[in-house]
């Protein structure tokens, strides 16, 4: 086998009639070294951006023959001939190291078209890994001879096997007090309720249904254009195949039916005229089975106009200002302030979406009943409205429509408004042929049509002193919406309430535009527009501080918030317990010590660098649309004494229906095991606002209060009469007295008013809640990859009602956040077609991604007079707290690049710099301005800081010699949205 | 013709004439009612279709983890199929990696809890000591879990390990102190 045996993309030189018996892998001879090389974006179960089999065979320290085969530069695995061919004959020493760096860069340099994109940073793993080789060959060549040099202990560091040290973690909460009664569950660390039917499989969700036996399957068709007129729909071919029953489009309802969307009707079920994403809803084929609809899906025939080319990325919807009228919320004099200051600094940058991944994907039943009535099975974390919307579509009154909702397996706000794009269709088919119809989406299909989390871009001007304390601040947000409105301003309103994330500044101007642009609609995603506001504010801290030449850590703690300081939306911090978790965190830490031994590391080494990071997050506790601020409950009680319990929240995992049931536990002081909860249906609960913005616990919890402390007080006589007969005795005695035995419960968020952008007035928020996390990683400067070391939090979530629930949301929320910003990138080609369609390509954080060692606090003494028992909403908070990490990268990248000896390595002076090296493309988001001081290297890192930005960041002589293209003069595989 | 055969948790299961397009995940949630199962990508990049699959290597039988949606039926003849419904059962009893993860915390939305279950099952069933953390974080590689953040399902997990007995891996840990 040589370099001639893979002939072309996924072709080799294998003959029809041959088969591949074996291939051998001899061992290497003595002087031979041999060495394989591989990056890729996650360290396990992924797929390599480049990888490289290296080997030599040496005479003393001259080369015999070489071997340099790599993969993910070309259509095969290719060697590098030219090179092998230059290193014949050499010494194994620095002349030989730099004429390879240059020779590979010249000889396999990926062109800027290339599929997969990445290409510069493909381009440079080359000599990256062929450095490590260097270094590998020349320690052991140096055991034998003299004439070779031992390797010093910062080049032996990094040919050290990557080894992650044994996870560990530990958990300090409150424990309830000693005179607690011993049935009030509040405050104990009660498993998920129903954690055993999960552990055993026997947890029901909509696809584990049993099928009806008249059931119908329906699949989508959908768009394959970005923006384009609809010519026609040819569904001929589809319904020709046996056991296709129907074929629903736009013509088949009435227009104004077809019209749906969250907030504003500007959707359509089934696309009309014209497609705005590719993905788009175009029709529904209707089957007997799953397999024949979507063989049947594959043959409908869309053809398109072209007219417009589409509107992709946040830059081209800024350049054609495509957005909607743009809205501000300002306090102070930002001129003026900016006129007074010492210093000032303006910057970018971007943030990227998320995709929700929720690991079920979406999954619906519907059926039909009589009367036009329908029940509809519906994995989503709105069933109210989902029933509005269904009833829409069918013109019928909602009283005909029950949504109900066991459980979903993961929403993440992915499962909030746009559950709709797949229920209401299938409902339509249910309504026309009168039989249930299923639908479920495959991960490809969920990903093209459901939308992402807003990918934002920033650009902002803040001015500060000499400390770093900042005076004023302007921020200029834009968000990706998508083609159609759904949540997205409500996104960008609490993107910009979280602009100062945990940071006073007396002088702000945050502007908000949401761009539509021919993207999928981009939706709710835990956070809301609140972690990507947040992730420019600490943009701001840490690239001051980098100006200032100051610890970024001084930077942020002379500015954070003190109780009583008033936002930038003029709502006052009432408890602001941000300065506790700052304080606590540090120590738990030992934030002091560990940055000098991250100096001291970062001093001793110099293709690695660690990097250290705290960061604060604030989260404001309310729906920011006032009406959604109310919920309802209805408990049941019958006469063995059995409590059935229904609320209007749904549960996606959170732990919610666990916290409703230890709420009404302690309400009615019963076992919570005599209070089970079903379901959450639209025909228990009416009108129930979507479970969403973390305020679930905090609305349902204090309408199930209300709910049973009405039915307390029904059994009070019961209860005087017999104190010690007990619940099942009063609950029998009052039915016999013909007392109700079930009761709702409703309650209204007090306080709160919207904020109105014209008079700059409201109180949008409830109460706020804080937590601070430290984060230490450990970077690969030639490779870009990272390990998180550590991460110790402390959450403020008032008095938990569950401590092991909400240390699973801090977690669960942290390493989300951590794929956010690390590692999880939707890719788009520039035509708009998702690229990274499922878990192949995109990747989400795994087993041996989680920090090494992670430790959580729940904030001592800690209360909340404003929520059911003292809690704190904590399924969003916490998510942001991840950008520690990502800020800790920033660091280590920042040490890199401050030392003389990385910059310097790996080729000689006299190869000219590239110069196009400081304008590198949005895509990497980072710069190389290798001529400015250190003290003032303010460069810029986009989000999520993936091996590819933090290899491009850590600029050396590699970086300086492969060419960056230049934007627009070339087409590239995948664009930054 | 001889018919296709396989056991599924202990059950003989015959195909006259299967379909070379049947996936093992289909077959199981379709045609035996089997859903703890779940699909969660059908590209094997999830685990949450997590089965074991025995087979007779060399004379012997072997246990592996494989992808169910990746597996198809008509290469499983002679091989036995163990899915998470043989494993324990909530109004019974738990098989010990299902308390274990359940008590630990480790399922939220649930819905990759089984495909852990399993993936944990096959590397016990796989060696017949127990196996070390190492080994347990490799097994687990091709599982996702979207909501806890693998923490707690590492947690409950180790203490099947031999080097990790205690949960949260520190040798003082609290669970082990008398009180």
Redesign the interface.
């Given at each position: 086998m040589d370099g001639s045996f893979f002939r072309s993309y996924r072709r080799c030189d294998v003959r029809d009639s041959e088969v591949l018996v074996a291939v051998t892998v001899p061992f290497t001879a003595q002087n031979e070294y041999f060495q394989g090389f591989k990056q890729a974006r996650r360290r396990d179960d992924d797929i390599a951006i480049a990888n490289a089999g290296l080997r030599v065979s040496l005479e003393d320290d001259v080369v015999t023959s070489v071997t340099l085969a790599f993969g993910g530069v070309a259509a095969t695995t290719t060697l590098a001939a030219e090179t092998m061919e230059r290193m014949k004959g050499r010494k194994w020493n620095e002349e030989l190291l730099q004429i390879v760096t240059k020779s590979l860069v010249e000889e396999l340099e990926v062109a800027p078209t290339a599929p997969g994109g990445m290409t510069a940073y493909r381009t440079t793993l080359l000599p990256s890994f062929f450095f490590k080789f260097y270094l590998h060959v020349r320690d052991e060549l140096s055991r034998t001879l003299e004439t070779v040099s031992a390797l010093a202990g910062h080049e032996r560091a990094l040919l050290q096997p990557h080894v992650r040290p044994p996870h560990v973690a530990t958990h300090l909460y409150e424990k309830v007090p000693s005179d607690q009664s011993p049935i009030d569950p509040i405050g104990r660390p009660l498993v998920h309720a129903t954690a055993h039917q999960q552990a055993t499989g026997e947890a029901t969700y909509v696809d584990d249904m049993p099928c009806y036996c008249n059931e119908l399957f329906g699949v989508l068709v959908i768009s394959t254009q970005a923006r384009a007129y609809i010519v026609s729909v040819d569904a001929a071919e589809a319904l020709a195949i046996p056991g296709v029953h129907i074929f629903l489009s736009a013509k088949d309802i009435p227009e104004e039916r077809n019209k749906c969307g969250e907030i504003v009707l500007d959707e359509e079920v089934f696309a009309s005229t014209s497609v705005k994403y590719v993905g788009q809803p175009v029709g529904l084929v209707v089957a007997d089975s799953e397999d024949v609809a979507r063989r049947a899906a594959r043959l409908v025939r869309v053809t398109y106009k072209v007219v417009d080319k589409p509107i992709i990325t946040l830059q081209e919807a800024i350049e054609a200002k495509s957005w909607l009228p743009p809205f501000t919320a300002y306090c102070g004099d930002v001129s003026a302030a900016h006129a007074a200051a010492e210093h000032s600094l303006s910057g970018e940058v971007h943030v990227g979406g998320q995709e929700h991944f929720y690991l079920e994907p979406n999954a619906h039943l519907i059926v039909p009943g009589e009367c036009n009535s329908t029940e509809v099975f519906c994995a989503t974390q709105c069933p109210s409205t989902m029933q509005k919307a269904i009833a829409r579509a069918l013109g019928v009154p909602a009283n005909l429509v029950v949504v109900r909702t066991k459980r979903m397996g993961g929403g993440f706000g992915g499962k909030d408004s746009r559950s709709a794009m797949a229920v209401v269709p299938a409902a339509l088919a249910a309504n026309v042929t009168g039989r249930p119809v299923r639908i479920v989406l495959e991960r490809a299909e969920d990903m093209l049509i459901t939308g992402t989390r807003h990918p934002f871009f920033a650009r902002w001007r803040v001015s500060f002193n000499n400390e770093g304390v900042i005076r004023a601040m302007e921020m200029d947000l834009f968000s990706n919406a998508g083609y159609s409105v759904d949540f997205s301003r409500a996104v960008m309103e609490r993107a910009i309430f979280s602009a100062d994330n945990s940071y006073y500044c007396p002088n702000v101007r945050v502007t908000g535009h949401v761009c539509i642009t021919n993207l999928p609609s981009n939706t709710a995603y835990r956070g809301f527009g609140g972690p990507q506001a947040m992730l420019v504010r600490e943009d701001i801290m840490a690239r001051v501080a980098a100006f200032l030449g100051l610890d970024a850590t001084r930077v942020r703690e002379v500015n954070l918030y003190k109780d009583g300081d008033k936002t930038h939306f003029r709502q006052q911090l009432e408890a602001c317990s941000v300065r506790r978790c700052w304080a606590d965190v540090k120590e738990q830490a030992h934030f002091k010590r560990r940055q000098e031994l991250v100096q001291e590391f970062n001093r001793t080494h110099v293709y690695q660098k660690k990097g250290l990071a705290i960061v604060p997050t604030k989260f404001g506790a309310a729906f920011t649309i006032k009406f959604l601020n109310q919920a309802g409950a209805l408990v049941m009680v019958y006469r063995d004494g059995s409590v059935l319990l229904t609320h209007g929240g749904t549960e996606m995992g959170q732990g919610l229906h666990t916290k409703m049931i230890q709420v009404a536990s302690k309400a009615l002081e019963i076992p919570y095991n005599k209070i089970h909860i079903s379901e959450t249906a639209t025909n228990k609960v009416p009108n129930a606002s979507p479970t969403a913005a973390s305020m679930s616990s905090d609305l349902n919890g204090e309408a199930v209060l209300r709910a049973c402390q009405v039915l307390r007080d029904r059994l009070a006589p019961y209860r005087k009469q017999h104190p010690d007969a007990g619940w099942d005795s009063w609950v029998a005695a009052a039915y016999l007295d013909r007392v109700q035995l079930s009761a709702t419960g409703f309650y209204s968020l007090p306080n709160v008013s919207p904020f109105n952008f014209e008079t700059q007035e409201g109180t949008p928020f409830n109460y706020f809640c804080f937590g601070v996390a430290v984060s230490e990683v450990q970077v690969d400067c030639l490779t870009g990859d990272h390990t998180v070391l550590r991460t110790d939090i402390v959450m403020d979530v008032g008095k938990s009602l569950n401590p092991a629930v909400d240390i699973g949301q801090i977690e669960g929320a942290f390493l989300q956040g951590q794929g956010l910003f690390t590692l999880e990138e939707l890719r788009y080609s520039p035509e708009g077609e998702l690229l990274t369609k499922g878990p192949g390509t995109y990747k989400l954080p795994g087993v041996q991604d989680i920090p090494c060692e992670l430790n959580v606090t729940l904030l001592r003494e800690a209360g909340n007079p404003k929520a059911v028992y003292s809690s704190k909403a904590i399924g969003e908070p916490p998510l942001f707290l991840a950008a520690s990490v990502f800020f800790a990268i920033r660091e280590a990248i920042a040490a890199a690049r401050s030392d003389e000896r990385f910059r310097g390595h790996g080729i000689s002076d006299s190869v000219p710099r590239n110069t196009t090296a400081s304008t590198k493309t949005v895509q990497s988001g980072t710069s190389c301005n290798l001529g400015a001081a250190t003290s003032t290297d303010f460069f810029r890192l986009d989000s999520p800081a993936t091996a590819e930005r933090i290899r491009m960041a850590c600029c050396d002589r590699i970086t300086d010699i492969v060419r960056m293209p230049t934007p627009g003069t070339y087409k590239p595989w995948d664009v930054t949205v | 013709m001889n018919p296709l055969v396989f056991f599924v948790n202990g059950k003989r299961v015959e195909e006259q004439q299967p379909d070379p397009?049947w996936n093992l995940l289909w077959y199981l949630?379709s045609k035996l009612?089997l859903?703890?199962?779940?699909?969660?990508?059908?590209?094997g990049?999830?685990g949450?279709c997590t089965v074991m699959l025995s087979k007779l290597v060399d004379g012997q039988v072997r246990h592996f983890s494989v992808n169910a949606c990746l597996s198809p039926v008509v290469t499983l003849h002679g091989t036995a199929v163990t899915?998470?419904?043989a494993?324990?059962?909530?109004p019974d009893r738990?098989h010990p990696i299902?308390?274990r993860?359940?008590?630990a915390?480790?399922?939220?939305?649930?819905?990759?809890?089984?495909g852990f279950?399993m993936s944990a099952y096959a590397l016990l069933r796989s060696q017949p000591t127990l196996p070390s953390?190492?080994q347990l974080?490799d097994a687990?590689?091709?599982?996702?879990?979207?909501?806890?953040?693998?923490?707690?399902?590492?947690?409950g997990l180790r203490t099947l390990t031999s080097?990790?007995q205690t949960t949260?891996?520190?040798a003082d840990c609290c669970r082990n102190r008398e009180y």
């Open positions: - | 397009e949630r009612g859903v703890g199962s779940k699909l969660g990508c059908g590209e990049g999830c949450a899915t998470v419904e494993l324990g059962s909530a738990l299902q308390e993860l359940a008590k915390h480790g399922s939220q939305c649930g819905f990759c809890t089984p279950v953390l190492e974080e687990l590689v091709g599982n996702l879990c979207r909501c806890t953040g693998y923490r707690p399902i590492l947690e080097d990790g949260c891996g520190r």
